[in-house]
DNA sequence: GATTTTATTCCAGCATATGGAACGCTATCC
DNA sequence: GGATAGCGTTCCATATGCTGGAATAAAATC
């Protein structure tokens, strides 16, 4: 599964103390590690992991990952599932995640254009901001039509580039960037359908020539999702809006169709961040 | 040089651990402090508080801190305003809660609740939960009165016993363990109308002669709260539910009316998890 | 029930976090 | 406007606190 390339690779066996790359000596390493801990168990949700998937992922020792891990319990950022040995984040996660909310208004804003959208589209409607080089669903609209396509749950992490929505935000960037994403997700990808770098670049640059993003791998089977990046007005993308259904309802007429009501709430979002950010 | 050992006497006593005085060589210092910091970044929410300000109260020395946060902004748990420098929780702490809010139900559980009694009351009406020796409100409903008392965002944490909710949450304990609760409090007390730990106790007392939490000092001036605890079947408190109000909507008669209406809820609010619970 | 895999504890050793000192900057006062 | 106080930041010698290999216990798997 998720594997962070933040993770530091082990101390470099210590040759020249000052020339060499970079020592490392800023005095953080083990909050590095905590909060990295955090992102591999934030990535599985709500059914968590153990212990040595936890040290695989996050490139490190499992008695460094249990200390770590002892001491986020303790605290209530992770809590452990006392009959699976499954950890997950605590309470405390949850609390500060309120606290910080008022100043992530994108959420609040966006609200009215998903309603809308899950109301006239019938489907899943997604709400994706980047996070890093991972992405994070922050919101969901589920429409009328029975067969839904929940592909994934609010809060759900995932490598940037995975999904629609994840397409969505590279399609904007110069090709160097959306390499260098790619290259950075490179061992996390090969979870998703086998995924592979050259791969998703080409499907950004499918997406590129659409413009609109194309989700048909078969990461769920039987399900295709598409999505618009939203950017900022310098242009930087920063979150997207994806649809997602089963393939029957996504063909490519329908597709059209729905990405023209997309562009439509999304180019008004784009006009109201701008003007909120004008000061 | 006693440098540690000096530092370990200042640590501040933690939530939910043992005793201080051990010398503590679990090989988590700098975690532990890096949440403690965490904690007082979202004690003071939206408007964030500078460096010497954090230091002070999470009694370390300013370098130390200053190099916590460093990291903690470089990873995105922490977040600063360049221009008044002040600190706030960053995006990564929003988007840990979100992938956390599903194992946290409580808040949709109690959404009706809510719902109902603000509009019944037409004041604010508050959901509270302890979090160690804190309580976090995590949701809150605004009733039609024009006038509306807005003690606390959600989010906010506050050392338990301070507030309506904080009352209620001490009421069911034993004295002993309320006078341990307010000692572990009581430097931060003062930050409430001066409140002391002997007034507090007091508080406590007096509320349970009246069967129903009451927060008539003067925190917010104008304002009054009541509050009753909501307790698992065992009997423990874990959340509060309160209303507060300009106090001419809090004259005696009418707190016994709200204490009735706030009573049928939270009976039934224990049913209910007393049945989800019986597995 | 044997074998593999995982969770946890221990501890020697040294890399890493620590905090005093120092410096420049900003805010406040008179 | 000059003095003063407090804050933010960098530096670095030091020894503390973190690390991870090894060992052991506990589960999971076959």
Known sequence: ?????????????????????????????????????????????????????????????????????????????AAQDPATRHYRLGHLAFELGLAAAPQFSLRELCAPTLSRLAERIGDTVFLTVRSGYDTVCIDRREGSFPIKALLLDVGTRRPLGVGAGGLALLMPLADAAVEEVARANATRLKAYAGLTVPRLVAMVKRSKSMRYALNDLPVTAGATSIALPIRTRF??????????????????????????????EVEALERLLAEKATL
């Open 235 to 264: 242009g930087d993308p920063f979150a997207a809006i994806s649809v997602g259904a089963i393939e029957s309802r996504m063909t490519p007429a329908r597709r059209t169709e729905l990405v023209e009501w997309l562009r439509a």
């Open 1 to 77: 599964m998720e594997r962070y390339p933040a993770a530091a690779a082990r101390r470099p066996a210590r040759s020249a103390r000052a020339a060499d790359a970079a020592p490392r000596n800023d005095g953080t390493q083990t909050i590095q590690r905590a909060v990295n801990v955090l992102r591999v168990i934030a990535s599985r949700g709500h059914a968590g992991l153990r212990l040595a998937e936890i040290a695989r992922h996050a490139r490190l020792e499992r008695p460094t990952v249990h200390r770590i891990l002892k001491c986020l319990c303790a605290e209530g950022v």
